[in-house]
């Protein structure tokens, strides 16, 4: 997770691209008042804000996200619940220096007398002003608000408090607002366009006003701060951007949602806004060789979450949590066998099946999204481009926003959701149906999400987030899905991976060939078969027999503080240098007397 904002990681620096010359920089001997003279100034000014803002996975990797759905054996600071007070302004995302890039370039951009040119290139800036503001919302709350660049004489402004969530979101929406009237509409896969504005405002008002919502009241919105009118905003600018975007699913071929996230230039049609990767000094990323010998591992929590082809929930059959490996990954929704490492599965390019790697995933799942062929086995050299908006991602914001406002409609669904599941195979979202039906399993304590909404519309408020977790697993939604979803208690749950009824030889992929032991004691003597030893090489939930445990409690233990985790600590010396003008977020003591 490292610091995984609501639409990258906050401290990320750069986006690369063989589309786009990402690369040039004003030369620094060149003054300010020779400078925004020209379209290409413009343009190598604002490449800049790429670097500054945009993901890259020299920096994160999207399947580095851990969770209660994908882990590996360390959990991070935010899931360990051992996150503390930095001391320093730069760390953990709170430096503003991009911001004042951003707002120098907008206080010089008159400069230059081609007035099309301008417009762009200050929509460019007004994305990303929108992107920074973005990130801060989400992990510091209120923060202060800066439409010109500062320096150190600005004294009054540095000693500035934070403005309100209402000031600090109207901001960000306004700065998006500029931004469509000013970008162009074609489809830029690397450079932002109008609509990757409007997928930001999509994204930001889902997350601002289910944030309200489901933390009414408590620490973190203790005014009551309104959220009907976020999600009206979502839903508004997410149907505009269906309808009127262009944009479509990806439907090539039998697999077509596991081949879409191995495609080196990503798909302009689905994608809106994604890293490429290029073979140019090495600048990829490393999904492929995490996947196979880093560790990365789905759980059983998200294996459960796919329904049965026929759309039934797999965890209505009274068996599920003693089936096997083997048993759980059949007749399943299609997208299990293109994101998870299933029975039968064979990596692009090799015509022999390839078998779960038991001795990395620890009986977890290995994950296959984004993986490629053996080409890409090696560090940094996974191909496939990296979305980072995809328009299945506000077919799920408008949906998600009508459900929790009591507004949607099948017609809505229908528009939405269910282009999704028929890009899978599997059978519409019906809202009746799951309403008059809400998934128990989705709502319990132990395996599911308790704090969601209970109305008329929980059943299918719940459905939606079973497509969101699937549908973008892997995408850097997730862990602000958690925060505004008000379920952060759900990393103190195990990390639990398949069923094993005990010691004994076991056939993983169900060919009839036993492939590995697990036995207690004495290590048998067998070299055919690989071994592991029950309570050391593999943790059981029960001792001998259970499901498998990743990252056990007794080696990591987890703890998540509802009055403190859902925002950062503002940095010590911040707070310092402004004389506590900078209010702390509730919960974090950093023994200061104001």
């Known amino acids: 997770m490292k610091i995984n904002n609501i639409f990258v990681a906050t401290a990320l620096v750069s986006i690369i691209s063989g589309c786009t010359t990402m690369d ?23 490449n800049n804000f790429y670097r ?15 969770s209660e759905l994908l882990i590996k054996d360390t959990p991070t600071t935010e899931l360990l619940g051992s996150r503390s007070i930095p001391s320093n302004g730069s760390d953990d995302g709170w430096g503003w ?30 994305f990303f002003r929108a992107l920074f503001y973005a990130n801060r919302l989400v992990m510091f709350g209120e923060v202060p608000l800066y439409d010109t660049p500062i320096g150190s004489a600005d004294i009054e402004l540095l000693m500035k408090p934070r403005d309100s969530r209402d000031a600090v979101i109207n901001h960000i929406l306004e700065d998006c607002d500029r931004a469509f009237e000013r970008l162009p509409k074609e489809h830029m896969l690397t450079d932002v366009n109008a609509w990757t ?22 620490p973190f919105n203790p005014d009551h701060l309104p959220w009907e009118p976020l999600l009206r905003t979502c839903a508004e600018a997410s149907k505009k951007l269906i309808t009127e975007g262009g944009y479509k699913l990806y439907k090539n071929g039998s697999e077509s949602y596991r081949d879409m996230f191995m495609n ?15 073979t140019v000094g090495g600048i990829m990323h490393e999904a492929t060789n995490n996947s196979i010998s880093e560790g990365y591992a789905y759980t059983k929590r998200f294996m459960n979450l796919f329904l049965k082809k026929d759309g039934t929930r797999f965890t209505d059959d009274p068996n599920w949590k003693t089936m096997n490996y083997y048993e759980e990954c059949q007749n399943r929704d299609p997208r299990l066998a293109q994101i998870v490492l299933c029975p039968g599965y064979k990596q692009k390019g090799d015509p022999e099946e390839t078998i779960m ?3 990395n995933t620890k009986g977890a799942y290995q994950y296959i999204k984004y993986v490629g062929d053996a080409s890409e ?44 599941r028929e890009r899978a195979g599997m059978p519409d979202l019906k809202m009746d149906d799951a309403n008059h039906n809400p998934d128990s399993y989705m709502m319990s304590e132990e395996w599911g999400y308790p704090n969601v909404t209970r109305s008329a519309n929980t059943g299918v408020i719940l459905e939606i987030r079973r497509e969101r977790l699937i549908e973008l697993s892997l995408e850097l939604v997730h862990y602000n899905d958690i925060l505004r979803w008000k379920e952060g208690k759900v990393y103190e749950k195990p990390f639990y991976g398949m069923y094993f009824p005990g010691s004994g030889k076991y056939d993983i992929n169900g060919d009839g060939q036993n492939d590995i032991w697990l036995y207690e004691g004495r290590k048998p003597n067998d070299r055919k078969l690989k071994l592991f030893q029950i309570g050391k090489d593999i943790i059981l939930s029960e001792g001998s027999k259970g499901f498998a445990v990743r990252c056990s409690i007794k080696a990591h233990e987890r703890h998540w503080d509802e009055n403190k985790d859902y925002l950062y600590p503002i940095p010590t010396t911040e707070r310092i240098l402004t004389n506590g003008s900078l209010t702390q977020n509730p919960g974090w003591d950093d023994k200061l007397e104001f």
């Open 357 to 359: 790697n038991f001795s």
């Open 377 to 420: 086995f090696s560090f940094r050299s996974s191909k496939a481009a990296l979305p980072i908006f995809r328009i299945a991602e506000i077919y799920l914001n408008y949906a998600e926003a009508l459900a929790e406002l009591g507004t949607l409609t099948q017609t809505d669904l229908d528009l939405s959701v269910n282009k999704l």
């Open 197 to 218: 504005a409007l997928a930001l405002k999509s994204r930001i008002a889902l997350f601002e006003g289910t944030f309200r919502k489901y933390h009414d009241g408590d």
């Open 52 to 66: 500054m803002l945009a993901p890259s996975a020299g920096k994160f990797n999207w399947y580095e996200e851990n």
């Open 24 to 46: 040039q920089y004003p030369e620094d001997s060149v003054s300010p008042e020779m400078y925004f003279q020209t379209e290409i100034q413009l343009r190598q000014n604002t």
């Open 97 to 126: 220096g991009q911001l004042r890039h951003i707002n120098y370039f907008l206080q010089n951009s008159y400069k230059c007398a081609d007035v099309d040119a301008r417009n762009r290139y200050d929509g460019v800036a007004y």
């Open 264 to 278: 080196p230039m990503g798909d302009t049609d689905e994608y809106i806004w994604a890293r490429i990767g290029t």
